[in-house]
């Protein structure tokens, strides 16, 4: 099973071209009759196996299959709309077409057509299989040693059928579908089953990016502060978390998991209790000016939520008070593998705690947990939760075209969906989101030793 | 002399400094759950007071949420996020483990593509795809059904297997050859050897994914709609703060807040452990 070797099979290369170049006559014409080969050799249940699925493949293009696809290309032509009809002599709603299941039919239509593709190259290689079989004169294993293989040597099939079946439905085929939506005007003006969508090509990510439009007038600030967010949420977090973590791990600090375990409290809590008891604290009339105002500190309640600054200032602050012991229970075992003779070394040449924070204990562990902090950086770009539940985005603002001056673009990309239904420019932004967190993800992940060197320990 | 004196001085400032420093730290820390504990037994309602501690206490919240059912089901809800974690948690663990399993101990052709794949699925937003799974779910008529949430939460579980495949890979791969050469089977080295061994991390799935579905709440609202039946605990609560119903019910949704977070908080701090091998197994390595 070494990784180095490979294994000369059938397998290599295009099995379509080996059944042309040696197949037999049954091997040919299994390309026409799927499982004829199979048939023919007695592999009686493998090759009624995949002649039932061209049969249901034919019957599903003949039926709907070819329409789906015309109606992809067109995404409807018919509008809902008023038709006289000459026997009840009144106008009647005739149904038009529906662009969105259009579309969602020919995503659907494309999969199968994948998926036939790929069993019908199955059956092609079981036809030679068998045929080498034959020609050997080996015997040709029956439907119970074929299904005994599937527990042993191709095991990973049998263990990916069903999660690759879930991630397809609901992962790859949604994702696909908004994709291409992207390149439609899906937009709040165009809603079937009153409206037709159609094909647009590049328009959407052009009003996005240009600066023409309102929309292009929100994205760019809004982007500018999803980055400048993500900056400070990761790097305050990052620095009070490891400060705490110090704090908690000084030799002469009693009671260390009393205290580890008072912060993390704030994580274990369901963010959306917390952040949603924060959003009420803070309100005007919360419990924060409340306490502000009895102390004689503030005359005026102060507009946590309703001012751009203190609102984008009040998320940053929240988020500390989640993050900061996110970050001290992951580098609290880090900060402990620093060899001691490090800072022994240090403090005999003199250096005071600051500079052996500055220049042993930051450079380790800033080394170390450099992956960690790209993945809380992208996960902060997409962190939904704290924006949406704490300031929902706003303040408002007209600038913007549906969203709030802390709005990020997740939000905004929720805010599209939900509020004003403009799916195409939604999933857009999403196609954006992507480019940026792989970006930075790519950049990283590749050279981390958890994907070049995972043999590392076997 | 003088100078050990002075340095124990020092130290000892410092060690008062850092506990003054984690006592406050800790108020800080403590005073929003501290602060929804008492609302939640508050006797006076209403979402705001113009003073910090309640005037009278009570647990008729606890009661009235518990018992009164005119509005909301809070049990109800319950029950159904409890169905629908223990659901989604079994095949959400089997998912991610076949997965991982299968990356970390195998090898085929298809292996590094579809980690790859698997990897660029999973940076695109989550809500990007939302309508589209509600379109689907409602395609197949399962629209407001517990059924539709499960689906939802575990179907794409399989993507999430990164970190179970950092601890397989951990595994010595020599148990798996000499039980090759004894002669057993892919599945019988996955049941016997692979599983047995890996305790800790069967763990941090089994928690991770059964606490998803308390917390989720976005998913939950665009396919459950309406339907208040089979809300579950986080949208039910959700619900109680619209504008309608937040003046009379903000004690409950405080106690509601209270009975949620205890089991969530208790399994995540004894699980913590875990969490962080979980975590930083996969990324903090360098």
């Not at chain 1, 500390?320 to 880090?334: A, E, H, K, N, Q």
């Not at chain 1, 042993?360 to 950086?377: R, S």
């Not at chain 2, 948690?89 to 090898?107: D, E």
């Not at chain 2, 941090?204 to 998803?212: E, I, P, Q």
């Amino acid at each position: 099973m070494g990784k180095g070797k490979k294994k000369k099979s059938i397998n290599d290369g295009s099995v379509v071209v080996q059944v042309i170049q040696k197949g037999d006559v049954w091997a040919k014409l299994s390309m026409v009759i799927m499982g004829f080969a199979n048939l023919r050799r007695k592999q009686i249940v493998k090759g009624l196996i995949f002649l039932l699925i061209e049969a249901s493949f034919i019957y599903y293009m003949v039926q709907t299959g070819v329409n789906a696809l015309k109606n992809m290309i067109t995404l409807g032509t018919q509008t809902q709309g008023w038709v006289y009809d000459e026997e009840l002599g009144i106008d009647v709603l005739a149904q038009g077409d529906n662009s969105m299941l259009l579309l969602l039919y020919g995503v659907l239509c494309l999969f199968i057509i994948t998926a036939f593709v790929l069993a019908w190259r199955a059956n092609l290689k079981s036809a030679m299989e068998v045929q080498m079989l034959e020609a050997k004169g080996r015997p040709v294993p029956g439907f119970i040693d074929d299904v005994k293989i599937y527990m042993d040597q191709k095991f990973n099939r049998t263990l990916l059928t069903l999660p690759m079946i879930g991630v397809l439905a609901f992962t790859v085929l949604p994702l696909a579908y908004m994709i291409l939506a992207a390149f439609t005007n899906y937009d709040n003006a165009h809603q079937p089953p009153g409206n037709l969508f159609t094909w647009i090509g590049l328009d959407n990510f052009g009003t996005i990016l240009g600066s023409g439009s309102t929309i292009g007038k929100t994205f760019w600030p809004i982007l500018a502060w999803t980055i400048i967010w993500a900056f400070f949420a990761t790097f305050l977090n990052y620095i009070g978390g490891i400060l705490l973590a110090l704090l908690i791990n000084r030799k002469s600090v009693k009671f260390k998991s009393l205290w580890r375990t008072i912060f993390v409290m704030s994580i274990a809590i369901p963010s959306f209790v917390s952040l949603l008891v924060m959003r009420t604290m803070l309100q005007p009339d919360g419990a924060v000016n409340v306490l502000l105002k009895s102390w004689g500190l503030i005359e005026e309640s102060l507009p946590f939520w309703t001012n751009a600054t203190f609102a984008r200032v009040s998320v940053i602050v929240v988020n500390l008070w989640v993050g900061v012991p996110y970050t001290m229970l992951i580098t609290s075992g880090i900060l402990l593998n620093i060899p001691e003779e490090l800072f022994e070394a240090a403090s005999i040449d003199g250096a005071n705690a600051a500079v052996m924070f500055r220049k042993i204990t930051m450079p380790y562990v800033v080394f170390v947990t450099t992956p960690y902090l790209i993945t809380q950086f992208v996960g902060n770009i997409n962190n939904f939760n704290i924006i949406y539940l704490l300031s929902g985005g706003g303040p408002s603002t007209l600038d913007y075209y549906q969203a709030g001056k802390t709005d990020l673009l997740v939000t905004w990309l929720y805010k599209l969906t939900v509020n004003s239904k403009d799916y195409c420019y939604a999933s857009a932004i999403g196609i954006i989101i992507f480019v940026i967190s792989a970006v930075a993800s790519l950049l990283t992940y590749r050279k981390t030793s958890a994907y070049n060197n995972e043999e590392a320990f076997q | 002399m003088n100078k050990t004196r002075s340095m124990s001085r020092h130290k000892r400032m410092k060690d008062i400094a850092s506990y003054v420093a984690l006592i406050v730290l800790s108020i800080i820390w403590l005073v929003p759950i501290f602060w929804v504990v008492m609302t939640s037994f508050r006797e006076e309602p209403g979402s705001y007071t113009s003073y910090f501690f309640p005037k009278s206490l009570t647990i008729n919240n606890y009661v009235n949420l518990l018992t009164d059912n005119t509005q909301f089901y809070f049990m109800k809800w319950f029950g159904n996020t409890f169905f629908v974690a223990v659901c989604s948690c079994v095949i959400s663990t089997f998912f991610v483990l076949a997965v991982s399993y299968t990356m970390s101990r195998m090898r085929f052709k298809m292996r590094k593509p579809l980690m790859n794949i698997a990897m660029i699925l999973g940076m695109f937003p989550g809500f990007m795809s939302m309508i589209a799974v509600y379109y689907i779910l409602k395609g197949l008529g399962i629209t407001q059904s517990l059924l539709a949430l499960i689906m939802v939460y575990s179907g794409g579980a399989g993507l999430g297997f990164f970190v179970a495949k950092g601890f397989f890979d951990t595994l010595p791969k020599a148990l798996d050859e000499a039980a090759l050469i004894d002669g057993a089977t892919r599945l019988q080295i996955f049941t016997k050897i692979t599983i047995p061994l890996s305790k800790p991390i069967i763990v941090y799935t089994v928690l991770t994914s059964f606490l998803g579905p308390w917390m989720d709440f976005i998913f939950a609202s665009v396919i459950m709609g309406d339907n208040y039946d089979n809300y579950t605990v986080a949208l039910g609560l959700f619900k109680m703060l619209e504008r309608e119903f937040i003046n009379d019910y903000y004690t409950q949704f405080a106690a509601g807040c209270v009975l949620v977070s205890i089991p969530i908080a208790a399994l995540f701090i004894s699980m913590q452990k875990y969490y962080v091998e979980g975590v930083s197994g996969g990324a903090v390595k360098g």
